[in-house]
């Protein structure tokens, strides 16, 4: 029994829409999670990852199709039909495509915005946070991290230059090659450039900032599973480039505060979840 | 090889000498353009022989740190400027644009000539700057303060440099639009004109309002780095950020500049062999229009990272996205073309089949970090390199090769090698993708652009795409082999090989000097293709059968 | 066709100048209108670093700097003036008068020049220089290129003055020369006019 081609269609559709949702949800091509806002950023990928499964599989099947199906065949001399247009089916294919794209814009904004990027930076409520009249030019505002409130962000001077990170607590006093930081509390980066463009970026947080000479930006997060992960320079800074990496360690609170005490000059009285900023 | 006839005392050049010098025939300007670019392209690959080399292994052990950064910069710009833009635009819309619109040459033919020959002198000056006193290190976007800061000598070498191909694509920018408005033979309407045309009339716009202000930017970095103004420099007050709102305003234009004339490219290549007409000419010509308009909007998505405002990333992420619209319609409406067509699997046609998986993939890397959110974690990255090789290699590369396979028997009078074409084009499909593929994956788990060195965790995924690279060189040679050994054996093409039924195909292999013997014929259905059989003979050698000089109106 | 049919072709495909190829319209005034449209992207290219810079940079207080009106507005007039007197210069020719047009030219010239002699006084009295800060380079990059402008087109001027003259190449039939440096002169004014509005006016 000859299947008709429009239930054809429509079974190869849902074979490849299945394909494609199952694809975006098992192949996983991402380093591991570290931050409350990568589980969020990874939903965004599974997302655009099955449809572009989707278009590229129904695309690439389609031109294999034609390929096999319309090959002139030896001997043949004749024309294709003489088909110059089917307004139905453009409208179609702009149609979808113009909704899918909507679709995707839309949701990723609200990821975006889960992601604390929508938070205005120069925001009253961060008094205190920045220093001086200074104007924040670009990132994420602390304000915007999922949680409750009564954690202060734990804040940390971030200088760039050519070709180290260094990183300085204001509160305890430590400068440091590398960032060490409690599980679970927010983090905000305070970040300046001495000399060119540099960008401070951790994969395992699915986060990046460029640090720019002359305009401070501020890079806010919640680290939530400890370990060591790789700060990496992501604009070209020189010959160096390449070699301009710093680690962040993810720490329990405990062991933490073992090493605040054991590196400040002058150690906070109180645990640093509790200070005021 | 086509001796002019022109009886008044010129001391132009016969034969191939014609090549090396000031010829205003664009015909000879289109070839020009187009060996000069290849000579670049394969300068360019040297340099990303280089990268790959150096990218073997994780440390920076081949190629001193500040040689690798000029090895980049100069791959970058010479790859841009020196092959794509010149040979898409300028080889191929000097060759055809004439035949396209009815007329005998350009609008402004001695305007062609000086464009062309902008382009040696500046590559020269590029390229000896590596060898004489070090070349740019900053990338080919040069951002401040790294340009300011890095030797002088190099980087304003390279802006000299690029102001003058910058000058040479706008003298064609203006060709192209006066002669494809203007130039049109009498009876030929705008919408009968071949797709190229319009991909050319809309990437010429482009040009023309983009690129001038690339120019000023340069200029003004320049003073940044001679004169010690501050405009960008924000030790002395400048505006970093700045720089890369201008640099942007053209060069994403830029892309479009690359890609465009490849679509129109395609538009020609495919109907042709599919004997098919162009599906939905009316939506590809407004796509082009929605594509030109969309690509001077979306600069800043280029700039998600540096601080721009919230609100202004929004806009950037839904105009970049909704470009996929338009770029979409172009593609279904080359699948719709190819669907139920007489398809002819040459390496032309193959060519094209593998620009539109390659363009697709690509694409939807766009669409993806067109999403502010995503960007921010694969901005800069090896994610980023992936994508726009894929796009501009795996597009227009791809499409320019297809262009040569299709219309090397009408400038040169013979066919190329059916089974080397074949081989060229397999060894380049997976060269290419085992090059690229692998880097999506390395920038989503950590690895920056523009390194020489990286995390050891990320060795022989490097390795894989260094081989990918290592057979991309490889598949040049056959394509060599084949375009010279069949100037001199290949076999006589005759006028219209493909029996296509666009003008070019409508006199002789090679074209004489007046681009048709008579009057330019008349074509109202340029993809005409598609009648019954027995309707039309398509037996006929030269398709000049098909069409009464003067009258078009077969249907 | 015949062989002489092919040879006359060949010979207008080969033309030099196709301002007398006939039955060609010139299409050189249009050619050269894109160029202008290309070269005015520069200058919005300048004026929207400035216009950003104002916005995002503004200067350390005590800094900001009232430029003086009277100069640049005489030079403004100026430049207006001269795009008439241009426009006069064309419409004499068109009546055959070379002489008149050549006085109307001369007076453009030298209400141009004057315009460039009223920038490098203004120029001299300023208080800041190339390099002082941000408003300060800004100012001199658009104000230079656009002087620039004023020079070369002063110079065609003084050369289409010369090809004016009685025996001269620029005739009735052969007015493009003319006409493209007036196209042009009034491109450069009208740039004047914007940036006079954006960094005298604002």
């Known amino acids: ?277 | 090889m086509t001796l002019s006839l022109n009886p008044s005392p010129s001391l132009q050049p016969q034969g191939w000498l014609r090549y090396l010098s000031f010829s205003t025939d664009h015909k000879v300007i289109g070839l020009q353009y187009l060996v000069c670019g290849f000579l670049f392209y394969l300068i360019g690959g040297a340099l990303a022989g280089a990268i790959r080399t150096e990218l073997l292994t994780p440390i920076s052990d081949f190629l001193p740190r500040e040689t690798y950064n000029e090895v980049l910069t100069l791959h970058g710009t010479v790859m841009i400027f020196l092959w794509i833009v010149p040979v898409v635009n300028g080889a191929f819309g000097n060759y055809l644009i004439p035949f396209y619109v009815g007329a005998r040459d350009m609008a402004f033919p001695r305007l062609n000539a000086v464009a062309f020959w902008l382009i040696p002198p500046a590559g020269i000056l590029l390229i000896s700057s590596y060898f004489i006193t070090g070349a740019a290190q900053s990338g080919w976007t040069a951002y401040p303060p790294l340009s300011i800061t890095t030797p002088a000598t190099g980087q304003i070498i390279w802006i000299l440099s690029v102001l003058l191909l910058g000058g040479s694509s706008i003298f064609g920018g203006i060709n192209f639009i006066a002669t494809i408005l203007k130039l049109r033979r009498p009876g030929l309407g705008l919408m009968q004109l071949p797709m190229y045309c319009w991909a050319m009339l809309g990437t010429s716009i482009l040009v023309v309002l983009s690129t001038p202000v690339l120019a000023g930017t340069l200029v003004l970095l320049s003073f940044d780095i001679i004169a010690h103004t501050g405009f960008f420099n924000p030790a002395l007050g400048g505006n970093a950020v700045v720089y890369q709102h201008l640099f942007w305003f053209y060069s994403h234009p830029a892309v479009y500049i690359m890609v465009l004339p490849a679509f129109g490219l395609v538009s020609e290549i495919l109907p042709v062999h599919a004997r098919k007409p162009l599906f939905g000419y009316t939506t590809m010509v407004y796509s082009i229009m929605a594509i030109v308009f969309l690509g001077l909007i979306v600069w800043a998505h280029h700039m998600f990272t540096s601080g721009t405002p919230p609100w202004m990333r929004l806009f950037f992420t839904i105009a970049t996205a909704f470009i996929a619209v338009p770029t979409g319609i172009k593609f279904f409406n080359w699948l719709a073309t190819l669907w139920g067509g007489k398809i002819s699997l040459n390496t032309a046609m193959l060519f094209c089949c593998g620009f539109i998986v390659n363009f697709v993939f690509g694409g939807i890397t766009g669409v993806a970090l067109a999403q502010v959110p995503f960007d921010i974690h694969v901005h800069d990255t090896y994610f980023v390199v992936g994508h726009f090789h894929y796009i501009v290699y795996g597009g227009t590369v791809f499409v320019i090769f297809a262009s040569v396979y299709h219309w090397y028997p009408k400038v040169t009078g013979r066919l190329l090698n059916e089974p080397l074409g074949q081989l060229h084009f397999w060894l380049t499909f997976i060269g290419f993708n085992l090059c690229f593929a692998p880097q999506h994956w390395l920038g989503l788990n950590g690895m920056p652009r523009r390194v020489a060195e990286y995390d050891p965790q990320f060795t022989l995924i490097n390795q894989f795409s260094s081989a990918g690279a290592l057979l991309m060189a490889i598949s040049t040679l056959p394509f060599l082999i084949n375009v010279v050994m069949s100037a001199f054996n290949g076999a006589p093409a005759g006028d219209n090989p493909w029996k296509a039924l666009t003008p070019e195909w409508l006199t002789s292999s090679p074209p004489p000097v007046e681009n048709w013997h008579g009057e330019p014929p008349l074509v109202h259905e340029p993809y005409g293709y598609g009648v019954a059989p027995g309707e039309l003979s398509l037996e006929a050698s030269s398709g000049r059968d098909l069409w009464t000089l003067g009258q078009g109106d077969q249907r | 066709m015949t062989s002489l049919q092919s040879d006359s072709v060949a010979q207008e495909a080969n033309a030099t100048d196709h301002g007398h190829t006939d039955g060609h319209a010139d299409h050189r005034i249009f050619g050269l209108a894109t160029f202008l449209v290309a070269d005015g992207m520069t200058f919005a290219g300048f004026f929207a670093a400035y216009l950003t810079f104002r916005a995002v940079n503004p200067l350390p207080s005590g800094h900001n700097y009232e430029l003086e009106l009277l100069l640049p507005t005489i030079n403004t007039l100026l430049l207006l003036v001269s795009s008439f007197t241009f426009h006069r210069a064309g419409a004499a020719l068109r009546r055959g008068n070379h002489p008149l047009c050549q006085r109307w030219l001369l007076l453009t010239a030298a209400l141009g020049f004057s315009f460039l002699a009223g920038q490098m006084k203004e120029y001299f009295a300023l208080p800041f220089g190339l390099t002082d800060n941000l408003f300060a380079s800004t100012f001199y990059a658009i104000t230079g290129f656009h002087g620039l402008h004023v020079t070369l087109g002063g110079l065609m001027i003084l050369i289409v003055w010369w090809q004016s003259r009685e025996g001269g190449r620029i005739t009735i039939e052969n007015q493009f020369p003319l006409e493209a440096a007036e196209l042009y002169w009034h491109f450069v004014d009208g740039i004047w006019v914007i940036l006079y509005g954006l960094l005298y006016l604002l």
């Open chain 1, 1 to 277: 029994m000859r299947i008709p081609p429009a239930i054809l269609t429509l079974l190869t559709g849902m074979a490849l829409v299945l394909s494609g949702l199952w694809i975006g949800q098992n192949v996983n091509l991402l380093p591991a999670d570290a931050s409350a806002n990568a589980p969020v950023y990874d939903e965004l990928f599974k997302v655009l990852f099955s449809i572009g499964a989707i278009l590229f599989i129904g695309i690439v099947g389609l031109i294999l199709y034609s390929l096999v199906r319309f090959r002139r065949r030896a001997g043949e001399t004749g024309d294709g039909a003489a088909i110059e247009g089917n307004l139905p089916l453009e409208i179609v294919w702009t149609a979808i495509p113009a909704v899918v794209v909507l679709f995707v814009g839309i949701y990723s904004y609200d990821i975006y915005d889960r992601m604390g990027g929508m938070t205005p930076l120069n925001d009253h409520s961060m008094h205190g946070m920045q220093h001086s009249d200074e104007r924040t030019w670009g990132g994420i505002s602390p304000v915007a991290l999922e949680g409750d409130g009564a954690i202060a962000p734990l804040p940390v001077d971030v200088t760039a230059m050519q070709f180290a990170f260094i990183f300085h607590y204001p509160d305890s006093d430590i400068t440091s090659g590398e960032l060490h930081v409690p599980v679970g509390q927010p983090v905000a980066l305070q970040m300046k450039a001495l000399d060119v463009i540099h960008a401070f970026w951790v994969p395992q947080f699915r986060l990046k900032q460029d640090v720019i000479p002359g305009q401070p930006t501020l890079l806010s997060f919640t680290p939530t599973r400890a370990g060591q992960y790789p700060i990496v320079c992501a604009e070209l800074c020189g010959p160096y480039h390449g070699g301009m990496r710093s680690t962040v360690v993810v720490e329990e609170p405990e062991s933490f505060a073992a090493w605040v005490a054991k590196n400040s000059p002058n150690p906070p009285a109180e645990s640093p979840a509790a200070v005021q900023s």
